[in-house]
């Protein structure tokens, strides 16, 4: 007995398949993925909702939570939604209905909530034990039917209960909302558009079925975002967008309304202010931008001296956006500020257009505005037809009756004859008169105050009425172009309450085509004065507005054991050229320097410089000009200084020296130049025409002079018809001129002779 319980129990044990590890896992993850993609993640374009918001919306009606009763807890909604419809986490289900409720991120919001529900800068909405809620007008519209046999409506997950397939409603709100999400291996994003333009290319299509893609854009003009903006891309751009199904928007803010220089209104976003300076006031911004992150993204530029043209950024927002951006001076041009806002921050973004949605057979796919709109038609006339023969059904079974009670009016007596005489009068009515078992009933069930003359005319005007009515439903169910022409009446009717003259149907979001935000090189954006620029031997650099006298006190004030360096006059827009002894160059914007308050800041720390080397040169970039450069070797080169810029803080090596080998000499070359000085430390002077050196960007160069012993002192550029002059000693200043250069003009790379007399002793051309 054992053995055969054994085997019994044995044979219901299932068969054990094998598999691969890989072909199960693929069979598990197609069924994951089509899950996310059908009932998660992509809307339906019938009703422009996903499962989680359409839950919460039939919960709420339920909870009979229309826009005339009362607010209820958030909490209620919730529970009910996670409990009957919806299980899943509480708190995805609250960040779905707080989406549905924010005016700035639904542009038709769905859900009334009351309570703090988040806002435009970031902040989350209260917990939803603080906050109530209850549905909008256009939910109402958008569930319009539901009790009209319009839709199928399906078991709940535990099948305690029934949920709508899909709502019925006229409302467009996949276009008129929009949707985003990312599925498996697909993703939707689609902004919201104005609903009065979606009903009009919808008419479009009801009238001319065949009508163009471009008929449809002239009714059609693109997205209108909850938190308007403005739409700069072009028409032929945002109609090749829909025509696909892809793209994407650009999106700029809205500036506020000013006067231009004529008086005009117009979205300058200038405000004058006292003393003709101004402000710069942004009124709204792109959609999804969070405005706390927006004026963060402000400010760090202004920080970083990334924007120098800026000075400040305030919110001075309350139930209305106000975004006050004040310039560095009111001579900043205000085109160059706004294109490098837009450039810099998210005052422009990108809004991607991805029209992926389910169909009408839960089929995702990729659709253009026509095919899309003819699919929601198909699906209005389907409801229309199904809302029809529902009406038909209930007229029937209300004819029937009329009809039973008709029979008892003309009978009455009878009627009341049977009822007191007959202990079944049921069947006996039934019998005599003819009537059916809803009819007898009926009649049995009437009221005594009811048997009067009067409800026998009125039961006469309702039955001619539904007869009539009828007919008429008979009529559209048999003819297609009825079904259009009452499809058109209705959402003619429903535009007027999205008209554009409307607070909720107004465009929100203008199209303004404009090209794209130039480049604003930094030069650009600095406002140009005079500087002095002073740097100490030990490399502590200021700057001091203004050109002051190069002698003044106050430029001699230097740390203890420093001395003077360098000090010229330059403009706030130059870049300054830093030059150290390993014949590596710096670049360095002179706006970026310090004020001349106390001992500047070391210029090492603003570049990355190697500590060993030495500061020899600083000076003013001039895009034309050109240096000579030469090393304590005896060699060089001319060098453009357009090839000298350094691009970063590490600089640029220019001059490749051997070892022991220092670059000494940097020095600007005059336009009318024609011959080279060299001075070496034996004292000895060779003069060649500067056409014997070559210009190049980096290298070692030629040899200019040669040495036994030595190395090279320093050298110089002159016109050689007006000589070669060299300051003198001492404190007088003064300059003498050498005019007949014959003996020391030799060729490149000689040794030379000695200086003409009185040259100075220390063989520097200057002091």
Do not use: C
């Amino acid at each position: 007995m054992a053995d055969e319980a054994s085997a019994g129990s044995g044979d219901d044990i299932p068969e054990i398949e094998n598999t691969s590890f890989d072909r199960a896992l693929s069979d598990r993850y197609l069924v994951y993925a089509l899950s996310t993609i059908t009932a998660r993640s992509l809307p339906d374009l019938r009703d422009g909702l996903k499962p989680v918001h359409r839950r919460l919306l039939w919960a709420m009606r339920q909870l009979k939570l229309d826009p005339a009763s009362s607010y209820k807890k958030s909490a209620r909604v919730v529970g009910d939604v996670i409990g009957k419809y919806h299980p899943h986490g509480d708190a995805s289900v609250y960040d779905a209905m707080v989406r549905l409720a924010q005016d700035f991120v639904l542009r038709y919001p769905l859900v009334d909530g009351q309570g703090n529900f988040g806002n435009i800068d970031g902040d989350n909405a209260a917990a939803y034990r603080y906050t109530e809620a209850r549905l909008t007008r256009t939910a109402i519209e958008l569930m319009a039917g539901l009790d009209e046999g319009t839709v199928a409506f399906k078991p709940t997950y535990n099948g305690e209960e029934e949920e709508p397939e899909v709502f019925p409603g006229l409302f467009p709100n996949l276009l008129a909302n929009g949707a985003s999400g990312i599925a498996v291996g697909m993703a939707t994003s689609i902004p919201s558009h104005n609903a009065a333009e979606v009903i009009d290319a919808a008419m479009l299509l009801i009238d001319q079925p065949e009508a163009t893609h471009e008929a449809i854009m002239e009714r059609f003009h693109g997205p209108d975002f909850a938190t308007g903006g403005l739409l700069v891309d072009s028409a032929e751009s945002i109609s090749q967008a829909y025509r696909t199904g892809r793209g994407a928007f650009r999106l700029r803010a809205r500036y506020s309304t000013g006067k231009d220089a004529q008086g005009n209104w117009e979205q300058t976003g200038i405000e004058k202010l006292s003393g003709g300076t101004w402000q710069l006031v942004i009124s709204e911004i792109p959609y999804q931008v969070q405005k706390g992150k927006l004026i963060e993204q402000i400010a760090t530029l202004i920080a970083e001296k990334k924007l120098p043209i800026l000075a400040d950024v305030r919110d001075e927002s309350d139930e209305t956006i106000r975004i006050v951006l004040e310039p560095k001076s009111r001579n900043v041009d205000v085109d160059i500020l706004k294109d490098s806002l837009y450039r810099l921050t998210d005052l422009e973004i990108r809004f991607p257009l991805n029209l992926n949605v389910l169909d009408e057979t839960r089929t995702p796919g990729v659709m253009g505005i026509k095919p899309l709109l003819e699919s929601w038609l198909r699906h209005q006339i389907l409801i229309l037809i199904n809302r029809s023969r529902h009406r038909l059904e209930k007229i029937a079974a209300r004819l029937e009756l009329l009809r039973g009670y008709i029979i008892a009016y003309l009978n009455l007596d009878r009627v009341i004859e049977i009822i007191r005489t007959e202990d079944e009068p049921k069947p006996v009515m039934m019998a005599e008169f003819e009537l059916t078992d809803r009819q007898a009933e009926a009649i049995l069930n009437m009221r005594l105050r009811s048997l009067r003359k009067l409800e026998e005319m009125e039961l006469r005007r309702e039955h001619d009425a539904l007869i009539k009515e009828q007919e008429e439903l008979e009529k559209l169910l048999d003819s297609p172009a009825r079904q259009r022409t009452r499809l058109k009446k209705d959402l003619t009717a429903l535009r007027a309450l999205y008209s554009e003259t409307t607070e909720l149907g107004r465009r929100r979001t203008d199209l303004q085509e404009a090209a794209p935000a130039r480049e604003i090189p930094l030069e650009a954006m600095i406002e140009r004065e005079p500087v002095t620029v002073i740097m100490s031997r030990r490399g502590w650099i200021k700057a001091m507005k203004g050109h002051a006298d190069l002698g003044a006190a106050e430029l001699t004030k230097f740390k203890e054991g420093d001395g003077p360096g360098f000090a010229f006059h330059a403009q706030s827009t130059d870049k300054l050229l830093i030059a150290l002894d390993n014949g590596r160059f710096y670049t360095l914007g002179a706006e970026k320097l310090p004020g001349a308050r106390g001992f500047g800041e070391p210029v090492r720390g603003m570049l990355d410089m190697e500590n060993e080397a030495q500061i020899i040169a600083l000076m003013p970039y001039d895009p034309a000009g050109k240096l000579l450069l030469a090393a304590s070797n005896g060699r060089g080169f001319l060098a453009e200084m357009s090839e000298l810029i350094a691009e970063t803080r590490k600089g640029r090596q220019v001059v490749n020296l051997k070892a022991g080998v220092k670059l000494m000499v940097i020095r600007p070359v005059p336009p009318s130049a024609d011959h080279v000085a060299v001075v070496g430390e034996n004292r000895k002077l060779v003069v060649f025409p500067i056409s014997e050196l070559p210009v190049m960007a980096r290298g070692q160069g030629v040899q200019l002079q040669r040495y036994r012993d030595g190395s090279l002192s320093d050298a110089t550029t002159f016109r050689l018809e007006e000589g070669l002059s060299w300051t003198m000693g001492g404190e007088s200043g003064r300059t003498r001129t050498e005019r007949d250069m014959g003996l020391w003009r030799v060729a490149r790379g000689a040794a030379g002779r000695l200086p003409p007399n009185g040259f100075p002793r220390n063989n520097k051309f200057e002091g």
